[in-house]
Nanobody, 122 residues
Framework: QVQLVESGGGLVQAGGSLRLSCAGS????????MGWFRQAPGKEREFVAA????????YYTDSVKGRFTISRDFAKNTQYLQMNGLVPEDTAVYYC???????????????WGQGTQVTVSS
């Protein structure tokens, strides 16, 4: 069974940092592009970042460019989202996902984690 498991969420003050991790099974991780999405209370889930299968290309939504960094470690079957300069608007449940190719569109992602809460206080 394919599984993606996120960790690293929590409560942080504005301006602080968190690093989210997403551990995947071998077949899921190495054969897929990976992405992060988030869903704030009362809002639709939105794209945050993605990385292609080789790890050579990354993509970000405009609001996190320059603050967030997506990466992946093939030896650990894990992808990361380093989040710096957090602001209250970043508060959301963050989900990792896997897709055949890197995409901004959640419908193209086949596998999803359970989500991890990130709360940024002002």
């Amino acid at each position: 069974q394919v599984q993606l498991v996120e960790s690293g969420g929590g409560l942080v003050q504005a301006g602080g940092s968190l690093r989210l991790s997403c551990a995947g099974s071998g077949r899921t991780f190495s054969g897929n592009a990976m992405g992060w999405f988030r869903q704030a209370p009362g809002k639709e889930r939105e794209f945050v970042a993605a990385i292609n299968r080789s790890g050579s290309s990354t993509y970000y939504t405009d609001s996190v460019k320059g603050r967030f960094t997506i990466s992946r470690d093939f030896a650990k079957n894990t992808q990361y989202l380093q989040m710096n300069g957090l602001v209250p608007e970043d508060t959301a449940v963050y989900y990792c996902a896997a897709a055949p190719r890197a995409s901004y569109f959640q419908d193209e992602y086949d596998y999803w984690g359970q989500g991890t809460q990130v709360t940024v206080s002002s």
